[in-house]
């Protein structure tokens, strides 16, 4: 199944460490602009949620969860690149694969069993 997530990216361009320093030297303004349409419910009936906590990405599809690190030592130092390298983890432990294209985001997400009675 594909979700298709609609970001701005010229809102969330707006909170770079070059435009809005943060401090954090891996774009955690910039994570969370990006991340703020993660939260829905799948047509199955599983929630889907992504979030940052600290340096830490979490993407939630029902039951699975997983996590990765905005590593600046090995994507940086390209804020862009550590968000979308630390997603594309996150999503994969998850149990999901991303695309990322101009103002989306595709994830396509793996069958759900946990949902589905049977």
């Known amino acids: 199944m594909r979700v298709t997530i609609a970001v ?4 969330a361009e707006a909170h770079l460490p070059e435009v809005k320093p943060d401090g954090s030297g891996v774009g955690i303004n910039y994570a969370d602009q990006i991340l703020k349409p993660f939260k ?9 949620v992504a979030k940052r906590r600290g340096l830490k990405i979490t993407v939630t599809i029902g039951d699975k969860s997983g996590e990765a690190i905005l590593r600046r030592l090995d994507h940086g130092p390209d804020v862009k690149n550590m968000f979308r390298k630390a997603l594309e983890e996150a999503a994969r432990n998850a149990g999901a694969t991303v695309v990322f294209k101009l103002n989306t985001i595709h994830l396509d997400i793996e069958p759900g069993a946990d949902n589905n009675p049977g």
């Open 8 to 11: 701005d990216e010229s809102v």
């Open 40 to 48: 829905q419910t799948l047509p199955d009936g599983r929630k889907f």
